[in-house]
């Protein structure tokens, strides 16, 4: 049910500042990006740059109305479909189109397809080789399914976690991509699935196994009449925890699109509560990804909660809870922490109650440091233990002082 864009560009910096990778690929800019948007327009692309977003929907015409934005492009096309490689004519006017936008300054990435089945790669493959080969420094994106797809969607077999790992195994090993996405919704009527963090753990193992960034699409509406519309400290929630699992990016789902509540734009293009509430997160999301791009994540754990994929801290965690001076709820916190190699210098705290916030004390075996996600600056605690105010879903970076 959704997908997401991607990222590319040659090493160029537009003058807002937004950078583009060089060759060979990598994300650059952490991504905030959305699924299903309105039509692209100047009042559009400002919106979407007003709101923090830099991977934005577009067609190849529209791609320089976001250089004058500072805007990254996903491009949509009927042409990059595998059918075409097999209609000579139509595959000569996809080469065309290649060489057109490879070289524009706002192009980022060639959008493919969302939810594909296990059945379809070795098409896939093949497109994604051609476009490769043509033009090896961007992105061909594709969008996987969640772990509770069923078996006859995923075009695997086994459990939960058998049929979804030979998923993710197939499509690494036969298309070969250059980032994993996924989308994963949890927030219905009454209550909340408990794939989340099974999902983000199976993407984040297959991930460093092969060496991929990823990036997490995340619930901003309803669809259904048993699906909730998430709440702003609901998407803190969701932004971060997936800066603490390590992705380089995220996407909501959705921007705007018929039969849906909620979202970030009404019908009318005006922005909804929710657009208000991932505004400062989309910058925060940034600055902290940021931070923790040249670092490598060594371990996730939760103190409480124990939903599938959810793993207790061990012993010898450097980053510790002292229980007896935090306020905490049921839900615990997440600490993901990271490294330049396996030792941990560097955490992110989650608060895993959305609607109340907690007080944690974490203890170090260094003094630590804060990281301010708004200046981008580091604040010295000059102690080895930190009381951190963490809102409802809310989170904060710490790490060794350096």
Known sequence: ???ITSFFALAIVLLTGTSFAADPWSVGTPIVTYYAGPTMSPQVAQQMKDGNFNVVWCSESQLDLLKRHGLRGMVHDGLLNPAVLDKPDQSQKLDDLIARVKNHP????YYIIDEPSATSFKDLARLTAHLRERDPVHMPYINLFPTYANNAQLGTSGDTTTAYRAYLNQFVDVVK??????????????HDGNQYFL?????RTKAQEANLPFLNIVQAASWEPNVRVPVPDE???LVYTTIAYGAQGISYYVYQAVNHKGGLANPDGTTTPLYDAVKPLNAEFIAIVSQLQPLKSTGVYHTSLKDPGCEPPPADIPFKIDA????LMARGLLLGNFAKDQKPTHTVVVNLDYKTGVTA???APAKLELFDSITRKWTPTNTPRVELNLQPGGGQLIRLAQ
Do not use: C, E, G, V
Request: proline fraction near 3%; charge should be positive; hydrophobic fraction near 45%.
């Open 199 to 203: 999902n983000l753990a199976m993407i």
């Open 177 to 190: 991509p250059m980032l994993l996405s996924w989308d994963n919704y949890q927030f219905y009527k009454n």
């Open 235 to 237: 998407m803190r929630y």
């Open 324 to 327: 007896a001076q935090s306020k």
């Open 1 to 3: 049910m959704k997908f």
């Open 361 to 363: 004390t974490i203890t």
């Open 106 to 109: 706002a192009f980022y990435s």
